[in-house]
């Protein structure tokens, strides 16, 4: 079945800590991938996207996230988090045997001031 | 910059009521969505829209939800009988790309139902 996994339910770092969230989608042939944001009250905002070249991709706020087709991952990553990133990170992907994305279950990141 | 917008922004309703939540898609896109997210929970895949027709639909998306664009520029979401367990956030959202292509979805600010 098509799905998304996100291991990390909750991460709680420092400011300045390097951040690195998991996730892993399971295969279904060519994928669009993608890293959404939900800040405390909000609704979702993009990230980052990966369609195809480059398997690291660069988004907004310093994040980025690295494509390992053999991990079938899309780990995202920042080197220096602030107390701002604090919000909900959910991992998504869109199969093209289908019309839709499918989102993971989401990771809580609480930054300590 | 365009965005995705949904009314109401949260509404109240007893058991058993019909409830019809309302998004403006971003006016130049063609592929509409609903998800929805229990409180604390995934977000969950509703219905895409097409061309006037649903694309595809998951499980959940019984007998008691439909989708509608009644004119060129609203699509709807119809909850039939509200059960208490569809007390969710409702998110809208739209893309240029879909099919078997699906871009970046753009989301509106999602309309809180909430089910006595």
């Known amino acids: 079945a098509q799905s998304v996994s996100q291991h990390n339910h909750h991460v709680i770092l420092s400011e300045a800590a390097s951040l690195e969230l998991g996730c892993n989608y399971s295969?279904?042939?060519?994928?669009?991938l993608f890293w959404y944001v939900q800040y405390p009250g909000q609704h979702l905002q993009l990230l980052l996207k990966?369609?195809?070249?480059?398997?690291l991709v660069k988004g907004i706020k310093g994040f980025e996230a690295e494509f390992i087709k053999s991990k079938f991952s899309f780990n995202l990553r920042k080197p220096s988090v602030q107390w701002s990133d604090t919000a909900e990170y959910f991992c998504?992907?869109?199969?093209?045997?289908?019309?839709?994305?499918?989102f993971g279950s989401g990771t809580r990141l609480s930054i300590r001031p | 910059e365009p965005e995705v917008t949904q009314t109401p922004s949260h509404q109240v309703t007893q058991m058993g009521q019909e409830v019809i939540l309302r998004c403006v898609p971003i006016?130049?896109?063609?592929?509409f969505y609903w998800y929805r997210q229990i409180l604390g929970q995934k977000v969950e895949f509703l219905v895409s829209?097409?061309?006037?027709?649903?694309?595809?639909k998951s499980e959940i998306f019984d007998d008691q939800f439909s989708v509608e664009r009644p004119d060129g520029s609203n699509f709807t979401l119809k909850i039939r009988s509200t059960k208490l367990e569809d007390s969710a956030m409702y998110f809208c959202?739209?893309?240029?790309?879909?099919?078997?292509?699906?871009?970046?979805?753009?989301f509106g600010e999602g309309s809180r139902l909430t089910v006595l």
């Open positions: 998504a992907v869109s199969y093209s045997s289908a019309s839709k994305i499918i």
């Open positions: 295969y279904g042939g060519t994928v669009n």
């Open positions: 006016s130049n896109h063609l592929y």
């Open positions: 959202a739209s893309s240029e790309q879909g099919g078997t292509n699906t871009g970046e979805l753009f």
């Open positions: 829209f097409y061309n006037n027709e649903i694309s595809e």
């Open positions: 990966y369609f195809s070249g480059d398997p």
